[in-house]
């Protein structure tokens, strides 16, 4: 596969199989994070590779409690008002029971930390694409950044007071016949691009 096949076959990858990832495919998509550009070469994202299934269970528990507690409005971001609802009832599985689940940190006070955690992202996502494992961005742990809750349990997996939570990525292998991920992306409207000369 090659990077523009790899890139346009990218899908979310929302149903996992209960089958553990091999270390050398994590090994290579962490490393794929670690060759990301960073703003000012600044390479501040800290990558927490969590596996544990206890770790994770206790992750959804702490997100189910978290967005329980909130309220919304009109005006709350669509994705938020359902992790909201779910949450209410129950119901909520924000990682899909991915094996792992990659949670990203950068420094607070790096003005490109969102930025950079972007590209290690999109570089992780292509990477497990290419090694035949879905993966989906997962963005609670980012809402969620400033709970004492989720920042005491990570502060013990080595997320530090200084770091930001960017978000984090759900990875494993797609719970599908074939046990390939979905390559055939939804028709996706085109961006808007102006040329200039
Ligand atoms: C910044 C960002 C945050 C996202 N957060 C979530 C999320 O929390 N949960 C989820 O299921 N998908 C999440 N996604 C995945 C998007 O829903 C998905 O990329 C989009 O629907 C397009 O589908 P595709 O990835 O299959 O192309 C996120 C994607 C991005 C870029």
Not at 71 to 76: F, K, L
Not at 95 to 105: G, K
Not at 139 to 168: C, P, V
Request: net charge negative; proline share 3%; charged share 25%.
């Amino acid at each position: 596969m090659n990077t523009l096949e790899a890139i346009a076959t990218r899908c979310s990858t929302r149903r996992f199989a209960n089958r553990s990832v091999e270390q050398e495919k994590l090994d290579a998509i962490v490393t794929a994070a670690g060759q990301a550009p960073s703003g000012g070469n600044f390479r501040g994202c800290h990558l927490v590779v969590i596996r544990d299934a206890k770790v994770l269970n206790h992750l959804a528990e702490i997100a189910t409690e978290c967005f329980a507690e909130m309220t919304y409005d009109e005006n709350t971001y669509q994705s938020k008002k359902n992790s909201i609802n779910l949450s209410r009832k129950g119901l909520y599985e924000f990682y899909y029971h991915a094996p792992v689940l990659i949670v990203v940190a950068d420094q607070k006070s790096h003005p490109n930390a969102m930025a950079d955690s972007a590209c290690a992202l999109e570089n992780m996502m292509l990477a497990a694409n290419e090694l035949d494992l879905g993966s989906c961005w997962i963005n609670q742990m980012h809402w969620l950044e400033e709970d004492a809750r989720l920042r005491d349990y990570l502060e013990q997996f080595g997320i530090t007071k200084e770091e930001t939570i960017t978000g984090s990525l759900a990875v494993g292998y797609a719970d599908r016949e074939d046990g390939l991920p979905n390559r055939k992306p939804f028709a996706k409207a085109p961006l808007r691009v102006d040329y200039v000369g």
